[in-house]
């Protein structure tokens, strides 16, 4: 069993450490322009990629979004009545609760785990996540009016891709040889640049309030737990759907938090470390939680 967590954990943390090191050498690493070609490029490569070579049931995809999709709302729900409760501003706190980094973190960590049907069934974890971003996500951290908002989530290649993959895994399609092959050398360096990028994002963020970080990656990590675990269990959902539900739900806080605050101006250096110490907790969890779900 230490054998096999080992081999899960082990791309994911030297990876993410390569990353670290870069960031705290001082030598110049272009993360606006990494940042973009993973999202604008490397993802939706990789999420076509992936669809057209698993064999993976509709239903079974549909569960997985499903479950992950109430988890994300049951957190939004317990969060903002928490953050009412200690009269904390919503648009800042609760986006961190809400969107866990089941992209740079969850998707290498279902592929190790349990191969190319867990980034598959991932991906469908993610797609939920990212339509939540860009909808939810910014409804609650900017002030404009749903018109731009809807027209910002519209030119996302990401929900391009996960309608292409969609229809493609309804309707059984598959690609040509020369775009499967195509698309599968793109996708292909989507997952290492986005683990070397967290790392350098963890080297350059700057640590903000400890205590009121400390318990909100508490509340992310184990509350997104036990939520999915809840979400699954009400659906009924099991086997590689359920273990892949449990590991994206309890993922620390996504990097895109801080990005979104630093946009907003919603106290990005409190996000930021949030994103620091969620990640560092998840790291000392998450061979315990393997150990569950395998």
Known sequence: MLSELFAILAPIVISVLIGFIWGRSGTAYPADFVSRIVMYVGTPCLIISVMSKVEVDAAVMGEVMLAT????????????????SFKLDIPTYLPPLIFPNNGNMGLPLCLFAFGQLGLALALGSFMVMMIATFTVGLLLVSEGGWGDRFKDMARQPVIHSMIIALAMLVTGTHLPRWIDNTVTLIGGFAIPLMTITLGVSLATLKIGTWCRSFGFSIARIFGGLALGWLSCWLLNVEGVSRSVVLLQSAMP??????????????????????????????????PFLLMVVL
């Not at 250096?269 to 110490?277: C, D, H, R, T």
């Open 253 to 286: 806080v996504a990097v895109f938090n801080y990005l979104l605050a630093l946009r907003y101006n919603r106290n990005p250096q409190e996000i930021a470390a949030m994103v620091v110490i969620s990640t560092l907790v998840a790291f000392v969890t998450l």
């Open 69 to 84: 999709a109430v988890a994300m709302a049951a957190m939004g729900v317990l969060g903002w009545i928490i953050l009412r």
